[in-house]
T-cell receptor, first 122, second 114 residues
Framework: GAVVSQHPSRVICKSGTSVKIECRSL??????MFWYRQFPKQSLMLMAT?????????EQGVEKDKFLINHASLTLSTLTVTSAHPEDSSFYIC??????????????????FGPGTRLTVL | GNSVTQMEGPVTLSEEAFLTINCTYT??????LFWYVQYPGEGLQLLLK?????DKGSNKGFEATYRKETTSFHLEKGSVQVSDSAVYFC?????????????FGKGTRLSVIA
């Protein structure tokens, strides 16, 4: 399957600083990427949908000024947590979407996930 | 709207036991169905998928069959190993909407003990 990388894998920062997380699709072009947040022992929570060259679409309750998303190219999306606070500590996972054709039957979406970034805000 | 319901865990099994994790879905039309696995501290990996009714996805000894009549996609493995301990997510893809993300179940934690 396709490969998605994330960097950094782990970051510890002081409260009030900003942290940037990069998500790259290594062997395919992704017009759409998704950012998720995952709390311990819980499922994924979709934060936003990022489309190349346009503004991200945020889920209800997610502060767009807090979590800045930039999808500047078909292989790179970044998430910046601005003025991070301890409550922002979490596991952040990105995902790149690939659309696969099924001939005349149309197609289906498939998502490939990065390995995640563990953010700890002190 | 579309939704996925999977059995709540945690599930604890002894090595070599048979595994079933139930997954049912609600969707219009014919979604594609997926099982993802998340090992501790890692992102999600695609385990298997099925894109149409009666398809069987399989990988690493795991299987799941797309059952349109029961709207189910149960995950099975005949003999689990300690290395299978992970969280398993069932998901579906909306066939009519290009940019919407997969719809995930809440995940089922599996612990396999030696």
């Amino acid at each position: 399957g396709a490969v998605v990388s994330q960097h950094p894998s782990r970051v510890i920062c002081k409260s009030g600083t900003s942290v940037k997380i990069e998500c790259r699709s290594l062997d395919f072009q992704a017009t759409t990427m998704f950012w998720y947040r995952q709390f311990p022992k819980q499922s994924l929570m979709l934060m936003a949908t990022s489309n190349e060259g346009s503004k991200a679409t945020y889920e209800q309750g997610v502060e767009k000024d807090k979590f800045l998303i930039n999808h500047a190219s078909l292989t790179l999306s970044t998430l910046t947590v601005t003025s991070a606070h301890p409550e922002d500590s979490s596991f952040y996972i990105c995902s790149a979407r690939s659309f696969n054709l099924l001939g005349l039957a149309g197609g289906y979406n498939e998502q490939f996930f990065g390995p995640g970034t563990r953010l700890t805000v002190l | 709207g579309n939704s996925v319901t999977q059995m709540e865990g945690p599930v604890t099994l002894s090595e070599e036991a048979f595994l079933t994790i139930n997954c049912t879905y609600t969707a219009t039309g014919y979604p594609s169905l997926f099982w993802y696995v998340q090992y501790p501290g890692e992102g999600l990996q695609l385990l298997l998928k099925a894109t149409k009714a009666d398809d069987k996805g399989s990988n690493k000894g795991f299987e799941a069959t797309y059952r349109k009549e029961t709207t189910s996609f149960h995950l099975e493995k005949g003999s689990v190993q300690v290395s299978d301990s992970a969280v398993y997510f069932c998901a579906l893809s909306d066939p009519y909407s290009g940019n919407t993300p997969l719809v995930f179940g809440k995940g089922t934690r599996l612990s396999v003990i030696a």
